[in-house]
């Protein structure tokens, strides 16, 4: 049990690496107002999904983190 609670913790943990960086590189293209219509843009929408996504990936590693020193609080 604490080696699969491990695997989710360091699993979510690279996966909030990768969403970092994948938001951060949309953040970086470089966005031609020409292009722009009424509404948010495509990389706007992007920029929030990928946010969102790295929230839930946090949530998930506070979470399995929590249980982990949970489960080795009490066998101790």
């Known amino acids: 049990m604490n ?3 491990v695997l ?6 690279l996966a909030v690496l990768a969403t ?7 953040l970086a293209k470089s966005n031609d107002a020409t292009e722009q219509g ?3 843009s495509e990389r706007a929408l ?3 999904k990928l946010m969102q996504q790295r929230v839930m990936f946090q949530a998930i590693a506070i ?3 929590a249980i ?4 080795a609080m009490s066998s101790k």
């Open 8 to 13: 989710v913790f360091i699993a979510a943990g």
């Open 20 to 26: 970092l960086a994948m938001g951060l590189v949309n």
């Open 63 to 65: 979470g399995a983190l």
């Open 3 to 5: 080696v699969f609670l």
């Open 38 to 40: 009424p509404g948010p």
């Open 68 to 71: 982990i020193l949970l489960v």
């Open 46 to 48: 992007r920029s929030n």
